[in-house]
């Protein structure tokens, strides 16, 4: 059901012609109220596409009604061209569904430094208005048109211990998936909430599940998440209630995006423990997850801890403070490293499932951290080679 | 010739039965002064092996007569017995060459976790003492003695402004090889200097060379870099000059680890100007060449400047301020990118030389800074996913 599930939302999904392929790639949600409440993250890339740029001033005030999805073009620098598109597709849709520019905000995801066909996308966007439905049908089609290297549709729906409704979709597997794969999530709910409230519970649940996904720590120039609540449900909702519901969905979707990162035959949990700080821990685990011998070895299934150490043995002292020779690392349940040093033999370690688990105790502190990351695989560098302008 | 191109050096290489192959792997490099002057740079990594735990407080004093080194085991991760290995080794050489075994440092390179066959290195020691030579031959042995996953020996020979003479040798390419390719060098001259010029120009010439390979700003357990002056030449060579020298005698060394990268068919060399401060050039410049995006386009001959301004996006605006739509890129001498926005075709540009020139101009300052790595290739995945200890 995805983005439907909750009361108050509709969607649609639709094929404008925006890719050269007839598949879908222009989605829309909208959100009928009561309540325009809208929350979303943002990446912290530097670089920030036309649309990053505009619905970030367009959810300042804490309100949207619409989110305008597109696939088949980033419109990422594309200069002061690019951002007239955008806003010129925002003012469309605003009127189109009699509301204010200001309260509809846009994604887009696909190639860097295009320009958007246009007529496809303001064309699009009047079959998409046409098409826009409350059941789950059109959940399905909306997450279906956001998807590019995707190989399928990632939806969630999550009831909160109060009886409001959460349902998401989302895109992408981080920097992992060709052209940067910029990651989109679209999280409705029917809670009654705040603005503020919705804006710290989607902070609080992005930073332990979304920011956790891949292990560049360098996010794409589009990724965007946002959140909306009708408050169609009547049931209010408190800041604890709505921000641990909301993680429990965006772990789903965001474990979904890991499974389907393109090229790879793992999926790797770096979970490190016995840190100082937590801060210290998701350094070290970044480290670790960002490590190509690391990903290279877990693709050869090969549980090699010297590749593990070496790199925790990269992060600075003053970010994470522990001593090497107290360190453990497990790999799927094996103690391969023991202070230090070699333990257990590393044949024990069964490496063939899909999902492995890496996890390092510091033996420095109570903190801890995970990293969601997948191998380095051939398959991975054919996809990235492969020409792509 | 080597290490022993300058006066005052002897050199061995030779097959101690470390390895299993029957390759050559252990070498010897001896100063017979009258200077017995030693600098040494070692890895940032906080996981030292015992070698590298050793070396360090016997070259504190700034003296050194010798250095031994082995590959076939890199000694790390193997708790006190291994550093105890070590120990043993520096007294057995120290004995065999009638110096204090605080004289000789020791270098190791190979697999992680391992304790090295002590029979052999002690029963070789003996044999590369007998070998001792200072002839071109046995610095040429020296330098095959110390390869892993190299397929050809690194050596170069300078010679200063005022006729000192500077030889060397390395091994390995950063990180980039399989088996963490622990990189070693070491530099010989028979310039008149004191150990603080030692120190000084030797930290300053590793600073802008060996530092500057590969992105991932991530060293090996191994790595080591150490100069020993004989000043058996009665040239006196100031600081500058010295510096100058070895930087020379450095650079060429560092390029041809980058050339001989196991797996690698591009060399890139990101070069970023424009910035407010080296350490922000040399932050981009690092996040640029650590992107697998962005190595792995240039292993499918794609000029992506996408990948590379989206990198770059991802240093914090802290750590190196500049607008992004002042960035401009050359791709082997084509802007593909001005302005932020796209500019030349990418069909312009000729990707198929191995040597790739990627130019960030960040416009925001006067500083610039420099990086070599290698392309993302399907040998790398290949080589560094056989299963290895």
Same sequence: chains 1, 2.
């Avoid at 890719?19 to 222009?26: G, I, P, Q, R, Y």
């Avoid at 997450?143 to 989302?170: F, Q």
């Avoid at 474990?255 to 821990?281: C, I």
């Amino acid at each position: 059901m995805s983005v439907t599930f909750p009361e108050g939302f509709l969607a649609a999904g639709i094929a404008a012609g925006i890719k050269k392929s007839a598949a879908a790639d222009l989605a829309l949600v909208l959100n009928e109220g009561p309540l325009d409440v809208a929350a979303a993250v943002f990446t912290s890339n530097r670089v920030q596409a036309a649309p990053v740029q505009w619905s970030r001033q367009a959810v300042a005030d804490g309100r949207a009604r619409a989110v305008i999805l597109n696939s088949g073009g980033a419109n990422a620098c594309t200069g002061p061209e690019g951002f007239a598109d955008t806003h010129r597709t925002a003012e469309h849709v605003g009127a189109l569904l009699e509301i204010s520019a200001q309260d509809v905000l846009v994604c887009s995801t696909g190639l860097i430094g295009e320009r958007l066909p246009m007529d496809a996308v303001l064309g699009g966007a009047m079959s998409a208005r046409d098409a826009l439905d409350p059941g789950a049908d059109a959940g399905a089609d909306a997450s279906r048109a956001i998807m590019t290297t995707d190989t399928v549709p990632k939806t969630v729906e999550v009831t909160t211990p109060s009886g409001a409704r959460i349902g998401g979709m989302a895109k992408g597997a981080g920097m992992l998936a060709p052209q940067l794969a910029t990651m989109l999530v679209v999280l409705t709910t029917d809670a009654v909430v705040t603005a503020d409230v919705a804006d710290s519970a989607l902070r609080e649940a992005t930073r332990t599940t979304f920011d956790r996904v891949d292990s560049d720590a360098c996010m794409s120039t589009n990724d965007t998440v946002i959140l909306l609540a009708s408050g169609a449900s009547g049931i209010e909702v408190g800041a604890a209630e709505l921000a641990e519901s909301l993680r429990e969905a965006s772990a789903a979707l965001a474990r979904m995006l890991v499974a389907d990162a393109e090229g790879a035959s793992h999926d790797v949990h770096v979970v490190v423990t016995g840190a100082t700080s937590e801060h210290a821990a998701l350094a070290v685990a970044r480290e670790i997850a960002r490590s190509n011998l690391v990903k290279a070895a877990v693709f050869g299934n090969d549980p090699n801890w010297g590749r593990i150490v070496s790199a925790a043995g990269c992060v600075p002292e003053e970010v994470a403070p522990f001593d090497p020779d107290a360190m453990s690392v497990h790999v799927n349940g094996v103690q391969v490293c023991r202070e230090g040093g070699a333990h257990e033999d590393r044949s024990l370690v069964d490496m063939t499932p899909r999902e492995t688990l890496v996890e390092v105790d510091l033996g420095a502190g109570e903190a801890d951290a995970d990293i969601w990351t997948n191998d380095l695989t051939h398959d991975y560098v054919e996809e990235n080679s492969a020409y792509s302008s």
